[in-house]
Structures are given as structure tokens and as C-alpha cells.
């Protein structure tokens, strides 16, 4: 198995198979409508939507983006049950890259790899777009402040602007804003607190986003802002009590289980053993995580067993590289709690609506609908990590795009008294 984990610097490389900026360029005001055929707008609120954000509200799924992928996103979904106008950045061909068609294998769609590019579409022609997001973007990017994810995508989607300068383009009326997992996601997969956006930092980069969109959008009054994903939750995290026999289960579901026990054990390629301060708390490692293990210890000899430490214990051991402990989740859910507090009084402060997706999250974690464990075994098509996450164990399907949409027009519906219909598939 291989998978990447994006730092911020990864993700200036996304697309490091794309052509020439002259080409970029070429093909940035390339994009596709979607206008519902005579639609009844039962929100005239929504008359003019644009939605912010980065790669869930782009479409990225399966460790990849195509127009499939974007036709999924929630908001077009919300667009389409509105029945207002839909513009989105449409990529050609396989993508750019390809979504993976199996997390174990990691194949690609049409064959591809990591570094395929298929450019834009040249289909229908539209400068204006009503999707602005742009995968890999953090806080740093709407307004395009230094510390941001840039990558070829950004040209791509926006053609030298920030997600704000071409989100008031459309004079919208209407905006959904999801910004924030990228200042959290990568480090916390990769079991460190170094490199996360500091919280002062993140306030001002939300607000000065807000603030430029409503300064730039007179006919801006209503929206959504969708807190930060609680990242100790992404699928790609496995508690320590799956594969530690001796371990104490914070639920239930996270039990020990010995078929993961034996996939990890197959994967470093050594047994494996635990410090006694595994046995308590909820300690935490990525599937990522686990394969630079194996790349650490691919040279000792088959039978030396690799010991996971849970904490630093003083003088004798340093926790295991890539590991959460209870001390660095608690660091990483106080963050996003913070954050999201910021987020929703900001919400109400400018009369918008706020959506929390961990929610959900939660939910399909705690009754397992989002395994502790990725099943290896499901059957071919069949993602791992069960039908709301996609292949790549992080970004969300597109039965979970779904859920978002419905769960959002119910909220609109709520805060504005309209009547839009909920979404029952993807348009």
C-alpha cells in the first residue's frame, strides 16, 4: 500500500505532473454550467451561490479529482435542490490525478498514476464559476496569503485569482465557506503538533476571508460556515486497541481485532509488541504512518519484533514516530474545538447559518458504519472504510456528499424559513 500524506509543502506538488503554466493559463476560463432545466427557486436567497472551501467542496475523493468526483460534491447537490445556477472548473479526461479505484492495489482510474494530469475540459465555456474550492487549500488561501497550499489545481480552478477575488465575481447572494481541515489533517496523520496553524493565526486568517467576501459582495446576506473536521476522527487514524490485545477499548467497536493485528503485523513485515502504556487511553496511528514504519525497519531481521510506545517514557523509550498519543489527540481536539467555536460565533455574528460535520462523523464512527479498521477484504469497487469515505480513508464519498447536502438544506431551510426540496440523488 502506498499513501500520501500531503504537508504543506506536499501540496504545493499535487498535480507535479501538470504541463506549463502557459497551458494552465490556456485553459483556466474552461468550465462547466449546470442550469436545472426551468427550475422553481424556492430560495430566491440562493439566487446567485457561491461556495468556498477546499478539497471536499472541490469533489477530491479517492485520492483524486475528475469531473465524476466533482459532479458529486455537495454543492452542487445544494445548487441543483435550490435550483439555482451551477458553474464548477470541470477536469478532462481521467483527472488530475485520478481518483484510486482500489486503496490496497492503488490503481487509478483509465489506468493513471499520481502525477497524471488530463487538464481541463473544453467543453462549455464560463468564467464565472459558482464553486471556487480548490484542494489543498487552507486558511492562508482564500485571500492568498503566504503559508498556503498552492498547487497547479489553484491555477486550474482559478486562473491567478484567490478563492475570494473569484468568488465575488459572482456577486453572490448565497455562500457555503468550508475552510480549515488542511491547517490540522496532515500533521495529525503524521502524529506531530509541529507545522499546525497556530490559533491566533487561524482566527485572522477566517475573519480577514469573511470580511474581504463581504466586502467584495454588497448582496451578500445569508450562508453557511461549516466548522473543521475533528481530524482525530478521519478513518485513516487506527485506534491502538484494535491491534493491542492488552489494550482497554474506549468503545466498544474498538475492540481488539486480530485479523487488523495480523494485517499491520504483514505490513511492517516483524511482529508486533506494546509498551504498557498502551494498554490504557486512546492512542492512535495512521495507516501512513504504519508504512513509514515499515520503510524504518525494513532492514532488521524478520523475527526482531517492533515495539509501539504510546508517551515518551523518560530516559528508557520515545513515543513511536507517527503516533497520536492521548496528550497530542487532546492537543488536536481542543484545536478544532476552538476553532469551530470561532467559526460558529462568526456565523451568527453576520446572520449565517453554521453546519458542524462532526456530527455525522461521530455517528458512523461510534456505530461503526466507519470501521476502526479499513476491511481489507471488501469486495472489489467496495471502499475499505465503509460506503461514507472514499478510498483514500479521508475525504468523504459520495453517498456522505449526499448526507451533507440534505443535512445543509435542512438547516437553510431552518434558519431562513425557505422550502427547498431535500436532495434524493445526484442530479
Known sequence: MT??????????????????????????????LLTPPEPANSAAFM?????????????????????????????R?????????????ALAGRGCRPPLTNFLLQTRVGGGTALTCDLRATGSINA????????????????????????????????GLTQVQKAVEVDPTFATVWIGNNDVLSFALGGTR??????STFVRNYARMIDDLRAGSPNLTKGVLIGVVNVVNAPLGI?????????????PAFAY??????????LLGHPIAFAPNCSTGTPQISIPALQGIATAIAALPAAAPFTFVCADIPGVATKTPGLLSDADRTFFVNRVAGWNGYIHAKADSIGFAYYDP???????RATGQVPPFPNLAAPAGTSPFGQFVSFDGVHPSAAAHLVVAQDLVALINQKYGSSIPSPTANP
Open 257 to 266: 481485532q486480530p485479523a487488523a493485528a495480523a494485517a499491520v503485523v504483514s
Open 77 to 89: 447537490l445544494l445548487a441543483a435542490a435550490a435550483g439555482t445556477r451551477y458553474a464548477y472548473a
Open 128 to 159: 464565472v464559476l459558482n464553486n471556487v474550492a480548490v484542494p489543498g487549500a487552507n486558511s492562508f488561501d482564500p485571500t492568498g496569503q503566504a503559508g498556503g497550499g498552492y498547487s497547479a489545481l489553484t491555477t486550474f480552478i482559478l486562473g
Open 358 to 364: 462532526n456530527t455525522r462523523l461521530f455517528t458512523w
Open 3 to 32: 499513501m500520501r500524506i500531503l504537508s504543506r509543502a506536499g501540496r504545493r506538488a499535487l498535480v507535479a505532473g501538470a504541463t506549463a503554466a502557459s497551458v494552465l493559463a490556456a485553459c483556466a476560463k474552461d468550465a462547466e
Open 239 to 251: 485506534p491502538i486497541s484494535v491491534l493491542d490485545q492488552a489494550a482497554t477499548p474506549s468503545q
Open 194 to 199: 509541529a507545522g499546525v496553524t497556530d490559533s
Open 47 to 75: 439566487a446567485r451561490y457561491v461556495a468556498l472551501g477546499n478539497s471536499i467542496t472541490a469533489g477530491f475523493q479517492s485520492d483524486g479529482i475528475n469531473d465524476s468526483t466533482q459532479k458529486q460534491s455537495y454543492a
